[in-house]
């Protein structure tokens, strides 16, 4: 038995000299995440999530985030173009804006490429999926939040990026609670910050000196809250102007702490992306009973989470600051 027990053994080591160790290995798999603003804080809450999912799938799924530096559409569609070519088992997409994106994203489907957005959608395009946030939710979320804060009364501004789906949803849901449950508080202005916290706080400034009136300011995304914060401050209205923000990056959750940011909306960054990796890798591997979206796996077409509110009173508690202030590096 021991004789050909090393028999055997040697056997094993000439067919794994002949035809190497791949034929017992899984082959490697490239999954890209396209997002509009490379090194957010956001984006890598979300990139740390696809990052353990792809963990959990096996060694053999490689990972890479991609994008601009800064908010433009059309270089993250050129993003999207550039990694397809080296043709990813797929990807995920968080859109700068609606329409700009889908040639890209199409290009993309058509090369064989499953696409999933997250964060914000791209629905006119062949995408298989969306992984985010009910943001009509979100926004009524900070509308509930404005309410109390005002007391009911009062004149606010929202801060958001025409043509970006999530926003055009968070100000809408912010409208509309407002409407029902505040009826006395009115917005009075739409403040276009092209996503940049310089122009949120210029364009904060311009509009709280057009309309001394405005009482509240509600940012659509995670820019904003920090800019229409330093022109409250510049203005010599802090304590008369409520900021609420989006998110939790480092420069919110410095000014919660201050009191200069009353709240933020957050939603989980971290699950959005772990879901996306996992549709995307489940579009990639179509099982032998066919799919909506032949030819590539079953996928749900659309997946939301929860919002809720953070405030500096929250921050205090050394646990649940901790959870927030240690955002992932890539």
Excluded: C
């Amino acid at each position: 038995m021991h004789r050909k027990f090393i028999v055997v053994v040697l056997a094993l080591a000439i067919v794994m000299s002949v035809f190497g160790l791949s034929a017992f290995a899984q082959e490697k798999e490239l999954y890209s995440m396209i997002v509009f603003t490379k090194g957010a804080e956001y984006f890598n809450w979300t990139y740390a999530g696809m990052v353990d999912a792809a963990k959990i799938l096996g060694d053999h799924i490689e990972t890479e985030l991609q994008g601009p530096a800064e908010w433009d559409a059309s270089l993250e569609a050129r993003t999207i173009d550039q990694v397809a070519v080296k043709q990813p088992n797929g990807m995920v997409v968080a859109s700068a804006d609606e329409a700009t994106l889908v040639p890209a994203i199409n290009r993309a489907i058509d090369r064989g490429i499953p696409v999933i957005t997250f964060d914000n959608d791209s629905p006119d395009s062949k995408r298989l999926a969306y992984v985010g946030t009910d943001n009509y939710d979100f926004g009524a979320v900070g509308a509930k939040a404005m309410g109390e804060l005002l007391g009911g009364k009062g004149e606010v501004a929202i801060i958001m990026v025409p043509g970006a789906g999530s926003m055009e949803e968070r100000a809408a849901g912010f409208e509309a609670e407002l409407a029902r449950s505040f009826p006395g508080i009115k917005v009075a202005t739409i403040i276009n910050d092209e996503g940049d916290v310089a122009r949120a706080e210029s364009a904060t400034t311009a509009a709280l000196l057009a309309n001394p009136n405005i009482k509240g300011v509600f940012s659509t995304h995670g820019y904003g809250g920090p800019g229409a914060a330093a022109a409250v401050r510049t203005l010599g209205r802090v304590g008369d102007v409520v900021v609420i923000a989006s998110d939790y990056g480092g420069p919110v959750l410095e000014l919660l702490k201050t009191g200069e940011i009353a709240a933020t909306v957050a939603d989980n960054p971290y699950l959005l992306g772990f879901q996306a990796m996992m549709f995307a890798y489940q579009a990639a591997h179509p099982t032998d009973h066919p799919s909506q979206n032949p030819p590539f796996g079953h996928v749900p077409a659309l997946i939301y989470g929860g919002s809720y509110i953070i405030t500096g009173e929250d921050l205090q508690d050394p646990e649940i600051a901790n959870l927030y202030e240690n955002p992932p590096q890539f």
